[in-house]
T-cell receptor, first 106, second 114 residues
């Protein structure tokens, strides 16, 4: 199956800082999604982004499918952004990366 | 609109016992799936279904059975629980058609096998 690698594994920021999370995948894909798991375990879909760029408030994502990577940008981070960010690829047999654990300190 | 509902939220089983984790969605999603999440790891796909009457194996299917008799429900059965199945289980659903758009997770079931 497709291999999905996320970096960095851990990230600690001060409130207000910006960050970039990366997702690399081993084969061409037609489906890529970003999820946020909050400290209470709830998983929320952030972006469905098989290619191109999307923005939602302080978050934006870019996928370059031909180069097999996607980036998630978080601007002006807030403590509520803390948690684990996952990318996932493929359709029916979706594969998740191991995640980036983000801690935003006040 | 409840989204994806999982029951129970917590469960303790003894080794060798069987049980069924329930998952229901009210969004008329064709695609449903079950994942397990172990500490410090991402989600691993157990089984999935692209519609009623259709199921398939994911990355880690051994020890689990599923069925999809209706669009709304996708139960996960543990046949003979083992300590290695201690994990948090998530059910998810989405539109299908080759996009998985609208991917929605349930709140999870924390299972401990002793």
């Amino acid at each position: 199956g497709i291999q999905v690698e996320q970096s960095p594994p851990d990230l600690i920021l001060q409130e207000g800082a910006n960050s970039t999370l990366r997702c690399n995948f081993s084969d061409s894909v037609n489906n890529l999604q970003w999820f946020h798991q909050n400290p209470w375990g709830q998983l929320i879909n952030l972006f469905y982004i098989p290619s191109g760029t999307k923005q939602n408030g302080r978050l934006s994502a870019t996928t370059v499918a031909t180069e097999r990577y996607s980036l998630l940008y978080i601007s002006s981070s807030q403590t509520t952004d803390s948690g684990v960010y996952f990318c996932a690829v493929d359709y029916n047999d979706m594969r998740f990366g191991a995640g980036t654990r983000l801690t935003v300190k006040p | 609109n409840a989204g994806v509902t999982q029951t129970p939220k917590f469960q303790v089983l003894k080794t060798g016992q069987s049980m069924t984790l329930q998952c229901a969605q009210d969004m008329n999603h064709e695609y449903m799936s079950w994942y397990r999440q172990d500490p410090g790891m991402g989600l691993r796909l157990i089984h999935y279904s692209v519609g009623a009457g259709i199921t398939d194996q994911g990355e880690v299917p051994n020890g689990y059975n599923v069925s999809r008799s209706t669009t709304e429900d996708f139960p996960l059965r543990l046949l003979s629980a083992a300590p290695s199945q201690t994990s948090v289980y998530f059910c998810a659903s989405s539109y299908s058609g080759g996009t998985n758009y609208g991917y929605t997770f349930g709140s999870g079931t924390r299972l401990t096998v002793v």
